[in-house]
T-cell receptor, first 112, second 116 residues
Framework: DQQVKQNSPSLSVQEGRISILNCDYT??????FLWYKKYPAEGPTFLIS?????DKNEDGRFTVFLNKSAKHLSLHIVPSQPGDSAVYFC???????????FGPGTSLSVIP | DAGVIQSPRHEVTEMGQEVTLRCKPI?????LFWYRQTMMRGLELLIY????????DSGMPEDRFSAKMPNASFSTLKIQPSEPRDSAVYFC??????????????FGEGSRLTVL
């Protein structure tokens, strides 16, 4: 039973356009959410996070939106660049339990 | 600063053999995590330690898997005996837990295991 779901295994976007990656979770105890980016043959690296007390967090071209009532979050990348092509993992944690659960990932391809 | 260091980067072994994967976390981090990445399931949490103590090993698939953290700077994940379905990339990650931490995990480059 996956607690963090990313229903789109892959996504293709034209350079310069917006990329929107979606994530759903089932555990209402999760209160902290993170996005990680992974290039081939490398470990995942932290991209951006959001606490459950917020509904939006922005860092440069990357914005994460959280809809707690829908148990849904999304990552927006604007404008998309070819270097953004990677696998993006959504992750969630319950700080009282300290462990981080990852979704299966979405492979983003940004086409020049 | 050195990141999380994993070894070996690649391991090819035959079914039935023992496999030991190693991890050196970032100095000062107090939590260590072992994840397994497969095409079907993405990144699965196998086990995590806090202050060298195993906190949750519910993700360890079978008794063939074991993990230890004898000190703050070293952890091992052992598979004995190994089976072809264990083939995956195994990641170690560390973090600094506690008040003021961001919860960010720092990952190693992974150990790609192939069991023939």
């Amino acid at each position: 039973d996956q607690q963090v779901k990313q229903n789109s295994p892959s996504l293709s976007v034209q350079e310069g356009r917006i990329s929107i990656l979606n994530c759903d979770y089932t555990n209402s105890m999760f209160d902290y959410f993170l996005w990680y980016k992974k290039y081939p043959a490398e470990g995942p690296t932290f991209l951006i996070s959001i606490s459950s007390i917020k509904d939006k967090n922005e860092d440069g071209r990357f914005t994460v939106f959280l809809n707690k009532s829908a148990k849904h979050l999304s990552l927006h990348i604007v404008p998309s660049q070819p270097g953004d092509s990677a696998v993006y993992f959504c992750a969630a944690s319950d700080f009282s339990y300290d462990k981080v659960i990852f979704g299966p990932g979405t492979s983003l391809s940004v086409i020049p | 600063d050195a990141g999380v260091i994993q070894s070996p980067r690649h391991e090819v072994t035959e079914m039935g053999q023992e496999v030991t994967l190693r991890c050196k976390p970032i100095s000062g981090h107090n939590s260590l995590f072992w994840y397994r990445q497969t095409m079907m399931r993405g990144l699965e949490l196998l086990i995590y330690f806090n202050n060298n103590v195993p906190i949750d090993d519910s993700g360890m698939p079978e008794d063939r898997f074991s993990a230890k953290m004898p000190n703050a700077s070293f952890s091992t994940l052992k598979i004995q005996p190994s089976e072809p379905r264990d083939s995956a990339v195994y990641f170690c990650a560390s973090s600094l837990e506690g008040i003021g931490s961001t919860g960010e995990l720092f990952f190693g480059e992974g150990s790609r295991l192939t069991v023939l």
